[in-house]
C-alpha cells in the first residue's frame, strides 16, 4: 500500500473510531445517570454496568461505520486523487443505492470528473487545432510574402527605371498582396467557424432574391473568364430558414468556384429542387461545365488548404478554403453538402435548406 492510501485509510479509521468514542461516551454518560441516580444503583455497579454497554456501543458503531462509511469515502478519495492526477476512469461500476449524503457525494464527484476529463479534453482539441493551424497559416503566408519580396527588390535593383517592365512587376506584386488580403479574411472565418464562435442567426429568407443578388455581384468575374451564369426557374415565394449573410458567402464560394474552374464559353447553372428524402427540405444546386474533379479529390476538396492543382488555383488567387468554408457553414446549419463530378465535364455542388413556409404577399 502506498504512502498516501495509508494515509486515507488512517483518515478514515479515526473518523470511525472518533463516532464510536462520542457515541460510547454519550450512552456511559445517560446509562449512569439513570441507573445511580434513577434506579439508585450504586455508582461503582452503574459505572462498571455502562462501561460495559459503552464498549459494545463503541465496538458496533465503529463496525458499522466501517462497513458502511469506509468504503465509499474510499470512493471519493480515488475519484478526486485521480482528478489531481488528470487520470479519468469509468466508474459506471459504483452503485450509489443508499441514497443518503456520501452517495450524493460520490455522483457529485464522478458528475466533477466527467466535466473536468470533457473540458481537458476540448481545451487539447483546441490546442492541437491551433498548432495546425498556425503552421498551415505560415505555410501559406510565405509564397506570396516571398513573391512580393521578390518583385520589390527586383524594382529595387533597376527594373523601377525600365519603363516596359515596372507596371508589370508592380501588378505582379499587387495581386499577392490582394492574396494575403483574402487569406487574413478566410482565416478569420474559418478559424472563428471552427473553434464555434461564429454563431449563425437563422432567419426567414427568400432564397431566389438571395441568390440573384449573389448572381449579381459574380457576373462582372464571370464575364472576365467567359463563363455564363445562369438561374434556373425557383418559385419565388419559396422560402427557407437560414443565416443570410452565411449562405451568400456559400453561394459566392460555390459559384465562385465553378466560374474559376470552367472552361472558356463555359456554363454555371443554379438552382432549387425538391430534396426526396425530406418533403421539408429543398436541394440548392451548383452545377457547372468545368474541368472536373477526380474522385480521389472529391473527398478532399472540403479540407482546409487543399486544392487539386496548386499552381492552377494559385494563379486564380486561392487558397484552398472556399469549400472548407462551405462545409462548415452548412453542418452549422444541420444541413448536408453533396459533391458530383466528372472529370473534364463538370462539377455539381448542391446542399440541403429547410423551407420556412410562409407566402410571398407583393
Ligand atoms: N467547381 C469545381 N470544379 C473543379 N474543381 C474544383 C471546383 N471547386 C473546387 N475545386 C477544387 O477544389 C479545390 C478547393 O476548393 P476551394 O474553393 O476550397 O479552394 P480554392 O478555390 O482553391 O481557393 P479559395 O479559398 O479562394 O476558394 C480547388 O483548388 C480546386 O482544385
Ligand atoms: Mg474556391
Redesign the pocket.
Known amino acids: 500500500m502506498s504512502n498516501k492510501s495509508k494515509r486515507s485509510g488512517s483518515l478514515f479509521f479515526r473518523l470511525a473510531f472518533r463516532l464510536a468514542l462520542y457515541s460510547s461516551m454519550s450512552v456511559i454518560l445517560i446509562l449512569v445517570l439513570i441507573l445511580n441516580i434513577v434506579l439508585s444503583w450504586p455508582f461503582q455497579d452503574s459505572l462498571l454496568a455502562s462501561i460495559s454497554v459503552g464498549l459494545l456501543v463503541f465496538i458496533v458503531t465503529y463496525f458499522f461505520s466501517w462497513k458502511f462509511q469506509h468504503q465509499r469515502l474510499e470512493t471519493i478519495y480515488k475519484i478526486s486523487k485521480n482528478i489531481t492526477r488528470k487520470k479519468f476512469e469509468e466508474y459506471d461500476e459504483i452503485n450509489t443505492v443508499n441514497r443518503d449524503e456520501l452517495d450524493h457525494l460520490i455522483t457529485q464527484s464522478i458528475r466533477a470528473s466527467k466535466t473536468v476529463e470533457r473540458e481537458i479534453q476540448r481545451l487539447n482539441k483546441i490546442e492541437n487545432y491551433r498548432k495546425e493551424f498556425i503552421g498551415d497559416i505560415s505555410h501559406e503566408l510565405k509564397t506570396p510574402i516571398f513573391a512580393i519580396q521578390g518583385f520589390v527588390e527586383t524594382l529595387l535593383n533597376g527594373a523601377l527605371e525600365d519603363k516596359e517592365v515596372n507596371r508589370v512587376f508592380l501588378n505582379k506584386a499587387m495581386r499577392n498582396i490582394n492574396r494575403l488580403t ?2 487574413t479574411k ?1 482565416l478569420m472565418e474559418i478559424s472563428k467557424l471552427e473553434t464555434g464562435e461564429l454563431k449563425s442567426s437563422i432567419q426567414d429568407l427568400y432564397l431566389r432574391n438571395v441568390i440573384l443578388d449573389v448572381v449579381e455581384s459574380l457576373q462582372y468575374k464571370a464575364q472576365k473568364e467567359n463563363v455564363q451564369i445562369q438561374v434556373n426557374h425557383i418559385d419565388k415565394n419559396l422560402q427557407v430558414r437560414a443565416d443570410r449573410n452565411q449562405i451568400k458567402q456559400v453561394l459566392v ?2 459559384i ?3 466560374v ?3 472552361k472558356p464559353g463555359g456554363f454555371v447553372y443554379i438552382g432549387v429542387k425538391d430534396f426526396p428524402r425530406n418533403r421539408n427540405k429543398v436541394l440548392l444546386y ?1 452545377e ?1 461545365t ?4 477526380e474522385q480521389p ?1 472529391l473527398v478532399r ?2 479540407e482546409r ?6 499552381s ?3 494563379e ?11 462545409k462548415h457553414i452548412i453542418e452549422a446549419h444541420g444541413e448536408k453538402l453533396f459533391i458530383e ?1 466528372t472529370v473534364n465535364k ?2 455539381t ?1 448542391s446542399f440541403t435548406l429547410t423551407r420556412s413556409g410562409g407566402e410571398y404577399m407583393i
Open positions: 483574402f487569406l478566410d464560394n460555390l465562385e468556384n465553378g474559376k474552374y470552367n451548383v457547372d468545368g474541368i472536373g474533379i479529390d476538396v472540403t488548404f487543399f486544392r487539386v492543382d496548386k492552377r488555383s494559385r486564380k488567387g486561392g487558397t484552398g478554403l472556399g469549400l472548407s468554408i462551405v463530378s463538370g462539377t455542388f
